[in-house]
């Protein structure tokens, strides 16, 4: 387990627990909703017909005060507050004490709202009425280091007032789809194992971000010659009283170059101020790389003429295992928190293409299901017989998406039609296929196909933290 934990958030989370479990209902089976439509194959209705439930063919009632999840209902459900967030997460699956996950089963949008975006957090939320690092009164982000011309401190309104694009992209966290190391290649016990957080597929969201170009900043203070690396740097989440903090991701300055209307530091996510699971009131955005590249309550940029070493890119969000290599420090890099002899494998960096059905797993050999889950361990979605849609998500940010590919019980490959264009490499496209099942039990593989012809692979190796999951899905269902 990569988290770190505390007394506080213990203490939180026993107490949350102690609650939540008085109030769960009892489980119930359900349809998965744009299968129960029972409607005519190939009409592109089949998205506005998951977008209202309500339909009395789900056959759904609305879940009473916790309980699991439930599929079908998309945005609505019971209100579920916990103390290490601060938004409502009744509609997220409850990983654990600090990370909620999508419910991908009911991702029927292009953009993601807020009430279904992933929270991946190392910590609880910083909460601006109890640190004014990250009240937007208060907040400031300290530019510096031995590759500027200038230092330079801003606050929220010099932010506000500079030039900011905005821009479609996906996050996903490093760890999207580790439970399908467990659940397909069999990664659970040494020397081949497997930890972290069981996403499912629900670490990954689409959002519009507002952001201040890097290439701005960069001309403010005036970028030298040697400059190697720029750190992304928090300080504020960490253990109690926020003394430890060591959260923050180094991106070369090549990066930050070739970039630099797309890297940014973002301060509205779809139209609206950061919210403060998201990392209010500015966070880092690197699109196209793994989530923990976009470090969230920033606080200081520095760029340096040496690189960074911080735990996430050495012990956390690094693929480590025989297939990776470890990277050598230069002997002037900067440590943060981290030991030279702690850099064991390749950072995560670029997400492959990968692709996802909106159903839920079937769960067996993962060693924690969120307590929330609408399935039981080993139990498979419910389907009803005969011709309906199925639909789904794609996303390969370093090319963009060229096609996706269906098969059922290991059966030809068959193209999915894909519903929206593109606006940008960094985004997803929805994709559905007709599907027209007997009774029975059936395996569904999706397959992304990249722009450069990169296609999702059968597998993936083995790395300890379990990262980058990209081998193509598989999504057991049951039709009765
Ligand atoms: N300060 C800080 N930044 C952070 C994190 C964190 O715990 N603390 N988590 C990172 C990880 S691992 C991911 S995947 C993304 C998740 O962003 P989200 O919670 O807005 O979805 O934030 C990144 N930035
Ligand atoms: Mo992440």
Redesign the pocket.
Known sequence: MSDKTNSLTTMLAAAYRAETSATSAGRRRFFVSALASGVAVATSSAWSQTASPGSAQMGLTPSAGGGRLTIGEGGRGPSRMHPSFVKDVGLMTDLNATNQGGAWWNFDTYITPIPQ???????PTPRPELDRRVDPRYWQLKIHGDAVERELTITYDDLLKMPSRSIMSV?Q??GNGRSLFWEQEDFLTDPAKVSGNGWGLG?V?LAEWQYVPISHILGLVGLKSNAKAILFW?G??GKTPNTESD?GRPIPVSEALERGEDIGLAFKMNGMPLPA???APV?ALVPGW???A????LTEIKIASHDFWVRLNTTD?TLIGPDYPPPKAARNDEFRFIRPDQLLGQPVTWQEGRSTLAIPLTLTKQPDLPSNYPLARGEMPLLKAGPQMLRGYAWAPHAGVKKVDVRVNGGRWDEARIIDAQPNRYTWVRFEFAFSPAPGDYMIETRTTDRKGNAQPATVPYNKGGYNFFAIPKFNVRVA
């Not at 975006?117 to 910590?123: G, L, Q, V």
């Not at 976009?294 to 309550?297: L, P, V």
């Open positions: 975006f992933y929270i991946r957090n190392a910590f996050m966290c490093a670490g969201g928090s504020v989440d959260t699971d998201h990392g966070r793994c989530g923990g976009s470090t969230k309550w969000h």
